[in-house]
């Protein structure tokens, strides 16, 4: 049996969440945490560490810059054409 | 029209382009510059990502022939997505960002967490306490503050929220080198938003 401490179970714990872990260290992993109140709030907050930064990251493409992309993509297209004639 | 036609797929549309199809490029640009922006500002910041997509769509039309049919077009840009970015920032050479380091989790000298539950579980809480347009600013600064090989990942694998061997594909790594980038960006990202959510950072 393989024995897991709460430094250890975090060293493997994405592996855990992706099913990359051995059978025995999954269960070795979920002995502990069932008991250990720190690992279970620690891994609450690992697991919502995503979502919080992917929301706060969220941003629209401001709709002039679809404009000038286009417009700039076209303008370096066509030096890029003159420069083969 | 055809009734019942479907949007050609990325690949037609890139292999078209490649040909000298001009709208077809042009197709391949709307559907994914939105896309685009948005890994740009994850990885650079809002100032520079109208650049780094500029910069993209000119790498993408001038290497299209390159392009094979092997790798799916979405891994191929992205690919040239993160690559622009880092020159982006290598070219700024702002001085080196302060390390996240100091958020890793802490333990004692038996392994146990050295912060009681509450410390720990506190994350949470911190885009209920916090006002919206602050909390966006802290984890844009603090998402800079990784080390690039760690953000690239993270930010591919949990905000794009492609799959592990999607990614791996994209960096040219192993998913099992993946994991362990975006793990000690979590790691570090966790500590940050719980120290911010205490009013600490």
């Known amino acids: 049996m393989t024995a897991i401490v709460c430094m250890s179970g975090v060293e493997v714990l994405m592996e855990y969440m992706e099913g990359a872990v051995a059978p025995d260290v999954r269960a070795a992993i979920e002995a502990h945490v069932a008991g250990c109140a720190r690992c279970e709030a620690f891994i609450a907050s690992y ?11 969220s941003v629209e493409m401001p709709a002039d810059l679809e404009a000038s992309l286009l417009a700039a993509i076209r303008a370096a297209r066509g030096s890029a054409r003159r420069r083969d004639e | 029209m055809i009734v019942g036609a479907v949007d050609p797929s990325d690949e037609v549309l890139a292999a078209r382009a490649a040909a000298g199809d001009d709208p077809a490029f042009e197709a391949l640009v709307v559907r994914y510059q939105r896309r685009v922006f948005r890994l740009a500002c994850r990885l650079t910041n809002e100032t520079d990502a109208p650049d780094v997509v500029q910069e993209t769509f000119m790498q993408v039309y001038r290497h299209l022939s390159t392009f094979r049919g092997s790798a799916r077009f ?28 100091e958020f890793m989790p802490r333990f004692d000298a038996d392994g146990r967490h050295a912060q009681t539950p509450d410390a720990l579980r506190i ?43 999607d990614v791996a594909q994209v960096l040219g790594v192993e998913p099992a080198t993946v994991r362990q980038r975006v793990h000690r960006a979590r790691l570090m990202l966790r500590g940050y938003l719980s120290e911010l959510a205490r009013g600490r950072s």
Do not use: C
Not at chain 1, 47 to 57: G, Q
Not at chain 2, 124 to 150: C, F, G, I, S, T
């Open chain 1, 47 to 57: 697991r919502e560490t995503p979502r919080i930064v992917r929301e706060a990251t």
């Open chain 2, 74 to 101: 979405s891994t191929w840009l992205y690919r040239v997505v993160v690559n622009a970015g880092l020159m982006h920032r290598r070219a700024r050479a702002r001085r080196p960002a302060e390390s996240l380091d």
């Open chain 2, 123 to 165: 994350t949470p809480r911190v885009d209920e306490l916090m006002d919206r347009h602050v909390l966006a600013k802290k984890v844009q600064a603090a998402l800079q503050r990784l080390p690039d090989l760690y953000r690239e990942a993270f930010v591919l694998r949990d905000l794009e929220e492609l799959s592990t061997a």
